[in-house]
Antibody, heavy 128, light 106 residues
Framework: QITLKESGPTLVKPTQTLTLTCTFS??????????VGWIRQPPGKALEWLAL???????RYSPSLKSRLTITKDTSKNQVVLTMTNMDPVDTATYYC????????????????????WGQGTMVTVSS | SYELTQPLSVSVSPGQTASITCSGD??????ACWYQQKPGQSPVLVIY???KRPSGIPERFSGSNSGNTATLTISGTQAMDEADYYC?????????FGGGTKLTVL
């Protein structure tokens, strides 16, 4: 079954750039309709969507964080990478990657408006 | 920017029906989905496309969406349903989450 796993540093200093990697299995980001997103959750707070990348390299970003985010994919490695610049203590959170739910028919996949499989999350603390 | 509003908390007695609302401007014109999140765990999709249940989600979970409000309904609520619930929708190709509702079963 589909799995995703986040990896990256657990501690970053203010003003540094955070780089997180999502490694996934049992689907391909070269298949039409497929997308992978990043979502974060500060301790005790709500989920916040960050970014999304599609099979065709279309990228979407949270309007409030767009200037600080970059999402890329490496199809050969089954990985999606998120970078966030100028980290601040308020960016302390658990960061999740997730698969956008799709249905597939006749060799093509079409996205639903939901994330059906999430990684376990990785906690990132921003502190000097 | 588009916003989704949920009540901070909802309480329900075991075996009763719990309803959690999610409000947004013309939300009924979009698809809404719902996630369940228990402490220390990743979110789990329980409803997508307003009212569809993913495989493995119990039938007691149902959803509706009309006008400005989407609703998650849990019939015959069980103690194991105690969790945080988040609604989510898309607006202009971006993803929006609600602020979350803590469901207490007591």
């Amino acid at each position: 079954q589909i799995t995703l796993k986040e990896s990256g540093p657990t501690l970053v200093k203010p003003t540094q750039t955070l780089t997180l990697t999502c490694t996934f299995s049992w689907f391909s980001l070269s298949t039409s309709g497929v997308g992978v997103g990043w979502i974060r959750q500060p301790p005790g707070k709500a989920l916040e969507w960050l970014a999304l990348i599609y099979w065709d390299d279309d990228k979407r970003y949270s309007p409030s964080l767009k200037s600080r985010l970059t999402i890329t994919k490496d199809t050969s490695k089954n990985q999606v990478v998120l970078t966030m610049t100028n980290m601040d203590p308020v960016d302390t959170a658990t960061y999740y990657c997730a698969h956008r739910k799709t249905y597939c028919s006749s060799g093509s996949c079409y996205p639903y408006d939901a994330f059906d499989i999430w990684g376990q999350g990785t906690m990132v603390t921003v502190s000097s | 920017s588009y916003e989704l509003t949920q009540p901070l908390s909802v309480s329900v007695s075991p075996g009763q029906t719990a309803s959690i609302t999610c409000s947004g401007d013309k939300l009924g014109d979009k698809y809404a989905c719902w996630y369940q999140q228990k402490p220390g765990q990743s979110p789990v999709l329980v409803i997508y496309q307003d009212n569809k249940r993913p495989s493995g989600i119990p039938e007691r979970f149902s959803g509706s969406n009309s006008g400005n409000t989407a609703t998650l309904t849990i019939s015959g609520t069980q103690a194991m349903d105690e969790a945080d619930y988040y609604c989510q929708a898309w607006d202009s190709s971006t993803v929006v989450f609600g602020g979350g509702t803590k469901l207490t079963v007591l």
